[in-house]
């Protein structure tokens, strides 16, 4: 299927031009896509099968809606006004006949009549009464909205045809919150209050800083922050003044994305609020929630319908205020149930916001539009499950198979992470086949005898082609025999056919990688079933041992020294790079695998020192101590191909 998908891209300074942007990339996984950023190329309806319109109530819309009126597809509705865009496209351009003519065609005699007022300079257009959408709406085959409440506003607006609710996709960048806040000049203890994106008077800045005046009085140490395009319409600056806030709030203004995001990564707190509206899904909202920011917002429209545990919500009207500076003394006087808030916010978007969701989510909408069929809406996401933990294998059990007293040794120091391992690798059954990478027999007749596959399989490095029949006989006398298939798991293709495997081990292998980790990841995609699991454990150098290392002037990593030789002039393998749990979420999401499980946990058995001290330091510059253990054990469910072969976090 073909896609002319028509938006302001960046730079433009729109929301939308952003949202566009993130949309593109996974879209274009998934359909053939043209872009059509500006009024300057030539349109050709005819080469395509269907043309999605992004539409926003500003300027760097005109194109948009034009281009929607003249070659009808389907239009993605932000909000449910644009009479900002066509006073832009009218008024603004002197076409006050083609002002009066829309506003008659949208709202009749008395429209018409309150309009000729406007032009008289008499009064402002009537923004809010008449939306303008009549002609858009009559023209869309179908239409896109973000929240319930928007498809409600649609069909109140005479829209029959077919609607999608698809959720606004959220931005889950990294960011290095410290450095922004050292920026500001505001050390870990400072409360930072934040306000995102175009400084407009309905996002309720009046009532916010009254209400932020209230709480400098309990705590002075808060400070806030406002970051975006004033509005000429509300004067900041002489707010500010008039309210003697001027040492506890700055306005930064109009700043780049890099840096608007870095700012809200630096604020503890979000103030989200908007009144009235007009369904619109906030863009910076989204950022904040996947940023982990508490968050407030507004009660009404689509806001409302944002889960009541991941945010709080002001209502508007009568106590707006009071419950603003409630809900901040709230936030600021216990922190501890700010970041739990922000954390379940960023769990949520993750799951149900993350753009490749969104995007299956349009390419199935538009392929339904262009077959005239019927669209299914997904039913309601729960979170996704972890494929289901095998029963525990005794450690006794694992201990069996030592065949002499040096894998004895290494059973013992390894007793927890190898019964781990297994314990968060999928069961399976008679016809499921698993393969182990990097194979010393000790977990891997548990894969038959305890988990049930029928076919294990077996593979380390060697010569590529050649073939090692390996039996074992445990202590209790149960033989096993296995395979194992010798190659170069960076260089070699694999030698299994496509789509071979339902799992796949990767235990204490990729850091022993030289030159291109991600010929690994690809093989092994390619030799699992769709849906298949890639179980993958690595020491974490991320972990409270590392961070205590480093800071104490020590190497980070956990087996970082050199191997002597041995007696005929072999080198084991060492470790060349360790990875952080982050590290290997994006390695399973570029490989084309979902992250089902990732856990840390101890590694070793061996005494390890107190890092008490290491928490604490983290809690107190509110940095992440989750997946701080000294291993990291990962399961990544298959759900397509590879999509990123070099990715540039792990290549240059």
């Not at 274009?28 to 309806?45: H, K, N, P």
């Not at 700012?263 to 996947?290: F, K, Q």
């Not at 919500?313 to 501890?336: C, M, Q």
Request: hydrophobic share 35%; glycine share 8%.
């Amino acid at each position: 299927m073909r896609v002319a998908f028509v938006s302001p891209l960046p730079p433009s300074r729109s929301g939308i031009a952003d949202y566009s942007q993130a949309l593109l990339e996974p879209l274009q996984r998934r359909v053939e896509v043209e872009v059509f950023s500006d009024a300057g190329r030539e349109f050709r309806a005819d080469d395509f099968d269907l043309a999605l319109y992004q539409i926003g109530n500003n300027p760097h819309h005109d194109f948009v809606y034009e281009t929607a009126l003249r070659h009808p597809g389907v239009v993605v509705m932000h909000e449910s006004n644009v009479h900002h865009l066509i006073t832009d496209i009218t008024i603004k351009r002197g076409d006050w006949d083609g002002y009066l003519e829309e506003v008659a065609y949208n709202g009749g005699s008395a429209a018409l009549e309150y309009a000729r007022r406007v032009q008289a300079l008499e009064t402002g257009p009537d923004y809010e009464g008449i939306p303008m959408t009549r002609r858009l709406l009559e023209s869309a085959r179908a239409l896109i909205v973000h929240s319930e409440f928007m498809r409600c506003e649609m069909r109140k607006q005479g829209f029959a045809g077919p609607i999608a609710r698809i959720p606004h996709g959220a931005w889950i960048p990294e960011v290095d919150r410290l450095e922004y806040r050292h920026r500001l000049g505001v050390d870990e203890r400072t409360p930072l209050i934040g306000i995102f994106g175009h400084l407009k008077p309905y996002k309720r800045i009046s009532e916010s800083l009254r209400a932020f005046r209230r709480l400098v009085r309990v705590d002075p140490r808060a400070k806030m922050i406002l970051v975006g395009e004033k509005h000429p319409d509300f004067p900041l600056d002489s707010v500010i003044r008039t309210l003697d806030l001027s040492a506890w709030v700055r306005a930064l203004g109009f700043t780049p994305i890099e840096d608007f995001t870095g700012y809200i990564a630096a604020s503890d707190i979000v103030l989200n609020l908007r009144y009235p509206t007009v369904g619109e899904t906030s863009g910076s909202l989204l950022r904040a929630l996947g940023l982990g920011r508490a968050v407030i917002v507004s009660e009404v429209g689509a806001f409302a319908e944002l889960p009541d545990d991941l945010c709080l919500k002001a209502p508007v009207g009568p106590g707006e205020e009071d419950a603003i500076f409630e809900y901040l003394n709230l936030l600021v006087s216990r922190p501890e149930l700010a970041k739990a808030l922000g954390a379940r916010a960023k769990s949520y978007v993750e799951k149900e916001c993350n753009w490749e969701t969104v995007a299956g989510q349009y390419a199935s909408f538009l392929c339904a539009v262009t077959e005239g069929r019927e669209w299914e809406e997904p039913a309601a996401r729960t979170p996704r499950e972890a494929p289901p933990k095998s029963e525990p294998v005794p450690s006794e059990y694992i201990a069996g198979w030592a065949e002499d007293g040096a894998a004895q040794g290494y059973i013992r120091t390894h007793q927890t992470r190898l019964a781990r391992t297994l314990e968060i690798t999928p069961p399976g059954g008679p016809k499921d086949r698993i393969l182990e990478m990097g194979a010393y027999l000790q977990i891997t007749p548990a894969l038959r005898t305890k988990l049930g596959y029928g076919t294990v399989r077996g593979c380390y490095y060697g010569p590529a082609g050649s073939v090692d029949p390996r039996t074992v006989v445990s202590s209790e006398g149960e033989q096993f025999q296995c395979d194992i298939d010798l190659f170069d798991a960076e260089k070699d293709p694999f030698p299994y056919d496509g789509e071979y495997f339902s799992t796949v081990l990767c235990c204490e292998l990729i850091e022993h990688l030289f030159h291109d980790p991600m010929h690994l990841m690809s093989e092994a995609n390619r030799i699992l079933k769709p849906g298949g699991h890639l179980v993958l454990t690595t020491p974490n150098i991320a972990g409270l041992r590392a961070i205590a290392a480093i800071l104490q002037g020590y190497h980070p990593g956990f087996f970082h020294a050199y191997i002597q030789p041995s007696a005929d002039g072999e080198t084991a393998a060492r470790h060349n790079r360790e990875y952080a749990p982050r590290e290997i979420y994006r390695l399973l999401e570029n490989s084309g695998f979902a992250v089902v499980r990732l856990e840390t946990g101890p590694f070793r058995e061996e005494p390890t020192a107190e890092y008490a001290w290491v928490v604490h330091l983290l809690e107190r510059y509110n940095l992440d101590t989750g997946l701080r253990g000294e291993g990291i054990y990962a399961v990544g469910k298959k759900t397509g191909p590879v999509r990123e072969r070099y990715p540039s976090w792990l290549y240059t």
